[in-house]
């Protein structure tokens, strides 16, 4: 009889025990999904709630959800802020640059989806156009451009091609540049600052006319991320000196960067002189001002450049590079007053080029 009631009893607590891990578990499963209606409800009033989007523009109608998604891609190239994708889109059978921004790095959806169609609208023969936008179910977003095969011109400064020395070739890459910079400063119902102007960011189609990539990325991104782009442009050279928040950037600064880009062209050298000794000044800019005080001519131009000029036939001469070079020189001059606008610059190649 003990040994019956002992056993009816250890059933009984096993029972009562059951009850009340079901019920702890379900008011655990309640509080949870309360959170989760809480942080949804939060995300709708930021304009994050999760959605599903392509926006298209100028160029970029072909482009599909299923294209983009399902696209063998390539890593070309990495950022704190996102990753850079070569894309074979099977739809179309062309090729794409895809740029995915981590939503992490990115404004709120709505912000970020005005500085899209404003960018979205944006066209010129030197700008990279942006061909459209896609929004994924977990926030993902991808930037959709044309991809260029014949690289950039970092790489083809550097990568030992005899073009890269030639007058002509020099005239219309730091021609085109300084027309796309110019309609971005002065031909937008907005001016936008391009804010990561690099060597790197100026991408080359087959005739060597020059396009200007990553204008106005900093708009798309929040303030931690934007502040990056800023330190790695001092950290290639591009920085000008005065720059400290990328929300102070400007057209000065990004003249400051694009006079680099024109040294690098004329010298062939880069930006920072990484075999520099210690307590040696590894800045182009200031490389180049000193060559000047030191009067080390020959070390302000590549010797090359003559040679093709004679082989080619152009009419260079050491007085239009002198020229070239202090057009250079001003736009990296460490007061913003007196770096020239784009117009001005313009107006200045175009005078030596002919």
Known sequence: MTQILNLVLGVVAIAVAAIIIFIFL???GKGKDEYNDTERNQERENGEEER???????????LTIVDILEAPGEVIGKASHGTLYKAYLQGSSTVRLLRFLRPLCTTGFEAFVAQIEFLGDIRHQNLVPLLGF??????EKLLIH??????????????GNSDSHRWAVINKISIGIAKGLDHLHTGLQKPTIHGNLQAKNVLLNRNYEPLVSDFGLHLLLNSSSAQELVEASAGNGYKAPELIKMKDANEKSDIYSYGVILFELLSGKEPIDKK???????????????AVLEYRIGELFHPEILVFSSVDGNSVTEEKILKFFQIAMA???????LRPSMKRVLQKLNEIST
């Open 26 to 28: 379900k008011r655990r």
């Open 52 to 62: 599903e989007e392509l926006v298209s523009f100028h160029g970029g109608q072909d």
């Open 134 to 139: 896609y929004s994924g179910p977990r926030t």
């Open 146 to 159: 044309p991809f260029y095969r014949h690289g950039n011109l970092a790489q083809f400064i550097r990568d």
């Open 276 to 290: 520099a000794s210690p307590g040696e000044d590894c800045y182009l800019p200031n490389v180049m001002r000193n």
């Open 331 to 337: 736009c990296c001059s460490p007061s913003p007053a």
